[in-house]
């Protein structure tokens, strides 16, 4: 990275689940710089974000994502995120409007769509763990439990009443760090239906640390869960308080795809100076 020389970024959302866009065709940034990203990603000493996202050139498709939640180390993959650098890179003309790119080694096909949408095929979510094997963990207030791998691992609770006088911050940081899910832990789910083929859904994600807006594989996560227990089809429409995202699937659950809006909020410039060692030291 030339610290001499400001560097531009993008900042985006996709139903509030919102993002730091950094175009690094160029190599500018190495990918083991995580306390500078995890400095971007902070509310008060940098832009703020739930995770940030490199685009880079690709070798097996129109280009690469490398992902870094909040705390500045790399996740395996973010829906969201994804569907936000799919629209960033149609508008900076790096990829056409259905393009494939890769991250971690998986190459994902998306599409751009009117109205600010992106349409990202996603991978096929595979139950890891459900109900009897999860009992212990139970508590009055929940239906069931399952846990999903759907690029990373999101524990999906179904609760009996609304979630929005649940204790997010509680049972999901307890939950994300239970020794069941060691060693790299999992995001928390906690979902209510509502009108059929409608989820309400608040989630608590590892690596930010904290209840997020949305997330996107949580969505597919939820959406895939609640299809198999109340027999719905595609698609799920999953209501977070930042926005809504829809889940599409065929009848095995193998084809599934994340449909919703994303925004580009603004972009800026980081200051040479932020690159400074010693104003790292201070940020610290």
């Known amino acids: ?39 971007f990603c ?39 995120g994804a569907r936000c650098a799919v629209f960033l890179a149609h508008q900076l003309k790096i990829a056409p409007a259905q393009c494939s790119f890769e991250i971690n080694g ?31 963990l139970a508590k009055p207030e929940f239906l069931s439990l399952v ?13 009996k009443d609304t979630p929005d006088n649940l204790n997010i911050i509680e049972y ?22 509502l009108e059929k083929k409608h989820l309400q859904v608040r989630v608590y994600e590892r690596g930010v640390e904290n209840e997020t807006m949305a997330c996107g594989t949580g969505a597919v996560a939820c959406g895939i869960v609640a299809a198999r227990q109340f027999g719905w089809s595609s698609p799920v429409t999953a209501h977070f308080r930042g926005g809504d995202l829809q889940v599409e699937f065929d009848k095995e659950f193998r084809k599934v795809h994340l449909n919703g809006e994303v925004f580009r909020v603004f972009d800026g410039e980081f200051d040479p100076l932020y690159f400074d060692f010693g104003a790292r030291e201070m940020l610290l």
Not at 8 to 36: C, P, T, V, W
Not at 47 to 76: C, K, Q, T, W
Not at 149 to 158: E, F, K, N, Q, S
Request: aromatic share 12%; hydrophobic share 40%; net charge positive.
């Open 1 to 39: 990275m030339n610290p001499s020389r400001p560097h531009h970024f993008y900042k985006m959302h996709g139903a509030g689940n919102d993002f730091i866009l950094i175009d690094n065709r160029a190599g500018a940034f190495m990918l083991s710089e995580h306390q500078l990203f995890r400095r």
């Open 172 to 193: 999901g940081r307890h939950l994300r760090h239970h020794w069941l899910f060691r060693p790299h832990g999992t995001n928390v789910n906690f979902i209510h239906p």
């Open 106 to 136: 998986r190459v994902y096909r998306a599409r751009v769509l009117p109205g600010n949408r992106v349409r990202l095929q996603m991978q096929e979510a595979k139950v890891l763990m459900e109900n009897d094997w999860l009992a212990f």
């Open 147 to 159: 846990w999903v791998d759907t690029g990373v691992p999101h524990l999906v609770i179904t609760l």
């Open 42 to 80: 902070q509310h008060h000493s940098g832009v703020g974000a739930d995770g940030l996202m490199l685009i880079s050139p690709g070798e097996a498709a129109h280009f690469r994502l490398d992902y870094y939640n909040a705390d500045g180390f790399p996740a395996d993959m973010c829906g969201n």
